[in-house]
């Protein structure tokens, strides 16, 4: 995905994940002295999205040929919607969920927009173009303490 082999991009890289969701997983790795956390998409995300949205606009489609909201119908008339365009947004959505470039620009936005005396107590971490691409995110490691953790907080 980015052109060159693990080992020949960082010194060491964890295969076994940090932590992991539906849409990817986060490995650690390390350059020089530099820790990083790799946001890593699944393989074949984005052909499960096709299947799997493909079957719902087929949905969305025979929805808006319906009339639901008819006498007897599933939903009133406050219900009454453009399923397609539904469909469609929920798409657009979904895509730009699992695009890591947009990603990548939103946390430097982030990181410029707080990088200020004002909020010197939030901390956001570098993110390295050089080291991602659409489905590879490439981060400083900043560890953080969980939010239920109440003694450390």
């Known amino acids: ?4 082999p693990i080992d020949e991009l960082f010194d060491t890289f ?5 932590a992991g969701a539906s849409l990817g997983q986060v490995h650690l790795a390390t350059k020089g002295d530099k820790k990083f956390a790799i946001k890593i998409q699944r393989q074949y995300l984005r052909e499960l999205f096709e299947v799997d949205l493909g079957q719902l606009r087929q949905l969305a489609v025979f929805a ?9 119908g599933l939903f009133d008339k406050n219900t009454q919607r ?5 469909y469609e947004e929920n ?3 979904l895509y730009e969920e699992i695009d890591y470039e947009n990603e ?3 946390a430097v936005r982030f990181r410029n927009n707080f990088d200020t005396p004002r909020f010197k107590h939030i ?3 570098k993110v390295y173009p050089e080291y991602s691409s659409d489905k590879v995110l490439c981060m400083e490691y900043v560890p953080g303490v969980k ?3 109440l003694d450390k907080i």
Do not use: F, Y
């Open 123 to 125: 901390r956001a971490p």
């Open 82 to 86: 453009d399923w397609l365009s539904v």
């Open 64 to 72: 808006d040929a319906l009339d639901v909201t008819a006498e007897g």
């Open 14 to 18: 964890e295969r076994k994940a940090l």
């Open 104 to 106: 990548l620009r939103n």
């Open 1 to 4: 995905e980015l052109g060159k």
């Open 147 to 149: 939010i239920t953790d």
């Open 91 to 93: 798409r657009r959505l």
